[in-house]
């Protein structure tokens, strides 16, 4: 059951050489609103949301920087953070060949095709990438599955093996995974894992 977006009409007011918008009272209080927000580009539009005075954007995130102590002696980044940018940045929703192998118990194994489903902030700084497995045996009623097209053959995308793995797995490039498919991904992923 998807959650119901509500949505409200509001004008447009001239500030300046700007325009603005008014937020209700009730609103400003509920979400906790002060001074300042985030407007943020989407692909679905404009989103206005609460700075986080205390978190760093995705880029910021994992771009690795050295940091000085109160002392002025640099200190060690933390051993997930790669010391230099990786040779191979693959884009978020391309689809790659990977090398599973060797694997545990229930988990999916062999050289198959991976969907990348990290940000690409993450893809650019880090020597690890999360991705979500394909397979050509077909479960049409799971839930955890996304049935898709990859590279001319029928194929789902194995959201309930979700993993983090090394680009060294990562072999050739096949194919790229269309925008309302990934929206389809995101929100199976946001229904399994983010509630």
């Known amino acids: 059951?998807?959650?119901?977006?509500?949505?409200?009409?509001?004008?447009?007011?001239?500030?300046?050489?700007?325009?603005?918008?008014?937020?209700?009272?009730?609103?400003?209080?509920?979400?906790?609103?002060?001074?300042?927000?985030?407007?943020?580009?989407?692909?679905?539009?404009?989103?206005?949301?609460?700075?986080?005075?205390?978190?760093?954007?995705?880029?910021?995130?994992?771009?690795?920087?050295?940091?000085?102590?109160?002392?002025?002696?640099?200190?060690?980044?933390?051993?997930?953070?790669?010391?230099?940018?990786?040779?191979?940045?693959?884009?978020?929703?391309?689809?790659?060949?990977?090398?599973?192998?060797?694997?545990?118990?229930?988990?999916?194994?062999?050289?198959?095709?991976?969907v990348i489903v990290s940000q690409d902030a993450m893809n650019q700084y880090l020597e690890t990438v999360v991705v979500c497995p394909l397979t050509s045996k077909l479960h049409r009623k799971w839930r955890s599955r996304l049935q898709i097209t990859c590279a001319g053959e029928a194929a789902e995308i194995a959201v309930d093996q979700i993993q983090t793995i090394s680009k060294k797995r990562l072999k050739d490039r096949i194919d790229q995974l269309p925008a309302a498919q990934a929206s389809q991904l995101r929100r199976i992923i946001t229904e399994m894992y983010g509630e």
């Open 1 to 114: 059951m998807e959650k119901q977006v509500r949505t409200r009409d509001i004008k447009l007011v001239p500030i300046g050489n700007s325009q603005g918008v008014r937020i209700p009272k009730a609103l400003l209080q509920k979400y906790g609103l002060s001074n300042s927000l985030v407007l943020e580009e989407t692909a679905h539009g404009l989103l206005l949301r609460k700075k986080r005075e205390d978190k760093l954007s995705w880029e910021d995130t994992f771009r690795p920087w050295p940091r000085k102590e109160k002392t002025g002696r640099i200190w060690m980044l933390p051993c997930w953070m790669a010391w230099r940018k990786p040779t191979l940045v693959p884009k978020r929703y391309t689809i790659y060949l990977a090398d599973l192998n060797p694997t545990i118990d229930s988990e999916i194994s062999k050289i198959r095709p991976v």
